[in-house]
């Protein structure tokens, strides 16, 4: 089934897991997957910048976008399209959508400064890959550059039908969230989903001011589904007590450059990747700060048992906590 404006629950993107040598671990990924299935994950998202699709050839984003589909079943899967040229975007759109993919994600050039170039970007992007494709528009001005008024997304979301998911990564950015909640309330402004990144940093509140779920890849998304499960239920104190929980753990994770080799060291140690490897070039974890992960875990499983993995030492055994 197509993606439409009635998406929400959790995204999670998905990493893309590689052996040590820097080949696709085709085992993993059908682990990942199988896990996102299992926790009640409503969608996922692939090939976004935490999956390394910049350090990907084409046939191998093709490759991991279709076994991700295939292994997902019925679960919506987005795939992460953005590109230098709309050439290449209209390629790997097209080959995707063959293989089942429910709808795409696109994130605007660095160059765009003025609200007609991110208008005019967008329109051309549809223009290149199909009005019947369903897409979502990427918001992270921390990585893009890109800085989109609530003003801006309004127009996007008016001119172009074929958006139904804003992917909300600005920061503070719980006021934006208002002001486009606030024009679909006065009729200025279709609906559009309103999935939130940033590793889900204020997921709580920005549930409360109106977004839809989660659409990030922090490394223990099973407790993302129970914060937005706890937060329809209108338990919302039982799901800021989760949330606090796991946000030290959360922000360590969120750091800038680093933050991705953290995930996958903690999704490995959590038996999803057989591998915590990226591909070069990549920074690498010291071993000061595996034993900072290995310590926030440790503080974590006090509140969530989740957290209590394999305990590693210099030796390479492993002990449960």
């Excluded at 197509?2 to 993107?13: D, F, H, K, N, Q």
Aim: net charge neutral; aromatic share 6%.
């Amino acid at each position: 089934m197509p993606l439409t404006a009635e998406a929400r629950g959790v995204y999670p993107i998905a990493p893309t897991p590689f052996h040590a040598d820097g080949r696709i671990d085709p085992a993993s990924i059908d682990r990942l997957v199988d896990f996102y299935v299992g926790i009640g994950s409503t969608g996922l998202t692939v090939l976004g910048q935490l999956g390394e699709a910049a350090k990907l050839s084409h046939a191998e984003g093709v490759d991991v976008a279709r076994r991700m589909i295939r292994r997902a079943g019925a679960l919506p899967v987005i795939v992460g399209v953005s590109a230098p040229g709309f050439a290449a975007m209209r390629e790997l759109t097209h080959e995707v959508m063959a293989a089942g993919a429910a709808g795409v994600m696109i994130a605007p050039p660095n160059t765009l400064r003025t609200d007609d170039q991110i208008v005019g970007y967008y329109q051309q992007a549809v223009e290149a890959i199909g009005a019947d494709v369903p897409f979502v528009l990427q918001d992270y001005p921390l990585t893009f550059s890109v800085q989109m008024t609530p003003g801006v997304i309004r127009r996007i979301a008016q001119a172009l039908p074929s958006c139904v998911m804003l992917k909300h990564e600005d920061w503070p950015g719980l006021e934006k969230i208002s002001a486009l909640r606030a024009f679909e309330r006065d009729g200025t402004m279709r609906r559009i989903a309103i999935l939130v990144g940033n590793n889900g940093l204020f997921l709580d509140y920005e549930l409360e001011r109106g977004a839809d779920g989660a659409n990030t890849g922090y490394a223990f998304p099973d407790m993302l589904c129970d914060v937005v499960r706890l937060t329809a239920e209108g338990r919302r104190e039982e799901a800021h007590d989760l949330f606090d929980a796991h946000l030290p753990l959360l922000r360590y994770e969120q750091q800038p450059g680093v933050g991705l080799a953290v995930r996958k060291h903690v999704l490995m140690r959590r038996g999803l990747l057989d591998s915590a490897a990226m591909r070069a070039p990549a920074p690498v974890l010291s071993p000061t700060a595996r034993a900072e992960v290995e310590h926030l875990l440790a503080r974590l499983a006090r509140h969530d048992p989740r957290a209590r993995v394999a305990a590693a030492d210099p030796s390479g055994s492993s002990t449960l906590r």
